[in-house]
């Protein structure tokens, strides 16, 4: 019996679809299908920062992500660490894999694709010239 594959959204992914209004769980859906949605809570925080400290549309855009989040996504917890929110989504994409379970991240992030692919984790890298998400 096959699992559900696990899409972890980075924040880049989530500000993606409330500030430019891209439909970035359709994309992904197109993608890899049915999957469970997740963010690591490190991106919660991340978010709740960039809300307290940018320009107005950035400020606005992090408080629709954060209500995106709660009435779409799974959170998944971790230990409070010191690495930065891409660390931590290396870490759970790899203990998830490790586990068995079919694992993506989608992002923006060149960084973390390198990062993600480099360790055989599938990633959903959004291309702005094409204004859509590939699988890499």
């Known amino acids: 019996m096959s699992r559900i594959p696990v899409v ?9 679809q409330a500030k430019e209004k891209i439909p970035v769980q359709r994309q992904v859906v197109e993608l890899v299908g049915l999957h469970i949605p997740v963010v690591v809570a490190a991106t919660l925080h991340e978010l709740s920062k960039i809300g307290a400290y940018r320009e107005w549309k950035t400020r606005r855009a ?3 992500a ?3 989040i709660r009435k779409r996504f799974s959170v998944y917890r971790t230990e409070p660490s010191a690495g930065s ?3 931590v989504i290396v870490n759970v994409a790899l203990s998830l894999s490790e586990r068995g379970v ?3 991240v ?3 992030d060149l960084g973390l694709r390198d990062a993600l692919s ?3 984790v599938k990633v959903l890298l959004f291309r702005e010239s ?3 998400f590939f699988l890499y």
Do not use: W
């Open 8 to 16: 972890i959204y980075d924040t880049s992914s989530i500000l993606l």
């Open 62 to 64: 992090s408080l629709i």
């Open 66 to 68: 954060l209500e995106l």
């Open 85 to 87: 929110v891409d660390d």
């Open 102 to 104: 079919p694992v993506y």
């Open 106 to 108: 989608a992002t923006c």
């Open 118 to 120: 480099s360790r055989g």
């Open 130 to 132: 094409k204004r859509r």
